[in-house]
């Protein structure tokens, strides 16, 4: 987690807890929980303590924070990639926490990505929704955006994203209208191959809809064996409130 990343649509990680338990088949594959065993962070799991992170690492988004408002560049942050800010094992102190350092961070622009959105409303602070943050859920399959599309859009936020990402099958979303569609392929030992006619299944649906469309990644055992080209073309777009 940092100021850097290689994650195509966000330019900084911040995890201000390490942690989760795996809810929805896009969990199959996690490579966080894979992180997290390798280097002795977590463990993964109902009941299992999940790990703050360090004061230092706290700080880090406030020195961002100061940078954008120097350079004019509201950084485009990813919380948290290695947790699930909506968790229930998660002490809401914690994120009350979280909460004041969105509050202390304007220049900063959050992007606050859940596979529990049902648990988002009863844990959102009082004052949401923040200017300088959105809400997006993961949604990898049909059956997952059946139930959980219309829970995303009720809740108020200045932008709402999803990620289908990996994407496990092609998505129907009719007339869904979210700001942003996130697609991209597993990677790593054992992944699923992507269906590439699923990635132009919702990338035709978004150019009807008017929505921002990005293309992570193929996918493969490395990321970069497949690329992210679709039919040639490379998808690396952001909603209004995301461009650059």
């Given amino acids: 987690m940092g100021e850097k990343t290689g994650i195509s649509w966000c330019d900084a990680t911040f995890n ?5 338990t795996n809810v929805s088949p896009a969990c199959d594959h996690c490579y ?16 299992q303590t999940r790990h703050r992170t360090s004061g230092a690492t706290w700080r880090l988004p ?19 990639s290695l947790a699930d800010v909506f968790d229930n094992e998660v002490d809401q102190s914690w994120r009350d926490d979280l909460w004041q350092l969105l509050r202390e961070t304007p220049n900063l622009r959050w992007m606050l ?23 997006m859920a993961t949604l990898a399959t049909q059956p997952e955006w ?18 289908a990402e990996p994407l496990l099958g ?15 392929g597993e990677s790593g030992v054992g992944h699923r191959p992507l269906d ?6 919702l990338r035709d649906q978004c150019a009807r809809n008017g929505i921002a469309f990005h293309h992570k990644q193929n996918g493969g055992i490395r990321p970069k064996d497949a690329g992210c080209l679709v039919d040639g073309v490379e998808h690396k777009h952001f909603p209004l409130a995301l461009a650059a």
């Fill in 16 to 20: 201000p807890f390490i942690g989760c």
């Fill in 32 to 47: 966080a929980e894979q992180l997290a065993k390798r280097y002795s962070w977590a463990k993964w799991g109902v009941g």
């Fill in 146 to 163: 059946d139930r959980d599309f219309r829970k995303l859009m009720t809740i108020p936020a200045v932008w709402h994203g999803v990620s």
């Fill in 62 to 80: 406030l020195k961002w924070n100061r940078k954008a408002a120097e350079t004019g560049y509201r950084t485009r942050v990813f919380c948290a």
């Fill in 196 to 201: 590439l006619d699923a990635v132009r299944f």
């Fill in 113 to 135: 990505l859940t596979k529990r959105i049902g648990n988002a409303p009863k844990m959102l602070p009082p004052d949401w929704p923040f200017a300088n943050a959105g809400l």
């Fill in 170 to 184: 092609r998505i129907d979303i009719g007339n869904g209208r979210p700001d942003w569609i996130i697609t991209g």
